[in-house]
């Protein structure tokens, strides 16, 4: 099994600050890595697929990089509704996520 | 767009089974796409418990795969879940998702998820 390990587990940050998180994966996945994110009572929402690939429908303000065993997810701006929980998750093999990175509002 | 929708029990008894189903509303299950179950307990991660395709392929989690089972109905346009000899660690929110035919394996719709507490 490939296990995923992202960091830190939780933040704080202010509205306009530059957020980035990190996930780390066992062994070499390419850049079969997607990021989620999760609002409190929600479904996980997809953002970036193939690590740096942004969804439809998704800012601008997202992005994501890497690739191998170490990707970056970025939020160049933080806005008010992107106070949430983002889980990266590796589909090079049996689908596994991270433990999840909590963005609070410093 | 598609939209998925659990449904079943929100209580079920240890050592039970606990059975959901996903309607898929908006498009066909029969798309190139794995239909998936991922669950959630409460204040915890994401786990990805297996998957369906409509040719009623599938494939499990290996820590759960003796437990479970996943059935698909073409005809109703659903799949459902079956998860046997449960505890309270199989208290979680359930849901289910539509994942990519192949890599990079993202989901990308989900369920609402329903949640299904495991207790006597």
């Known amino acids: ?106 | 767009q598609v939209q998925l929708q659990e449904s079943g029990p929100g209580l079920v008894k240890p050592s039970g089974t606990l059975s959901l189903t996903c309607a898929v509303s908006g498009g066909s299950i029969s798309s190139n796409n794995w239909w998936s179950w991922v669950r959630q307990p409460p204040g915890k991660g994401l786990e990805w418990i297996g998957e369906i395709y409509h040719s009623g392929s599938t494939n499990y989690n290996p820590s759960l795969k003796s437990r479970v089972t996943i059935s698909v109905d073409k005809s109703k346009n659903q799949f459902s879940l079956n998860l046997n000899s449960v505890t309270a660690a199989d208290t979680a929110m359930y849901y289910c998702a539509r994942k990519a035919w192949d890599r990079p394996n993202y989901f990308d719709s989900w369920g609402q998820g329903t949640l299904v507490t495991v207790s006597s």
Do not use: H
């Not at chain 1, 530059?18 to 409190?40: D, E, G, H, K, M």
């Not at chain 1, 160049?76 to 990175?101: I, K, R, V």
């Open chain 1, 1 to 106: 099994d490939i296990q995923m390990t992202q960091s830190p587990s939780s933040l704080s940050a202010s509205v306009g600050d530059r957020v980035t998180i990190t996930c780390r994966a066992s062994q070499t996945i390419s850049s079969y890595l997607n990021w989620y994110q999760q609002r409190p009572g929600k479904a996980p929402k997809l953002l970036i697929y193939a690590a740096s690939s942004l969804q439809s429908g998704v800012p601008s303000r997202f992005s994501g990089s890497g690739s191998g065993t170490d990707f970056t997810l970025a939020i160049s701006s933080l806005q008010p509704e992107d106070f949430a929980t983002y889980y990266c998750q590796q589909g090079y093999s049996t689908p596994s996520f991270g433990g999840g990175t909590k963005v609070e509002i410093k």
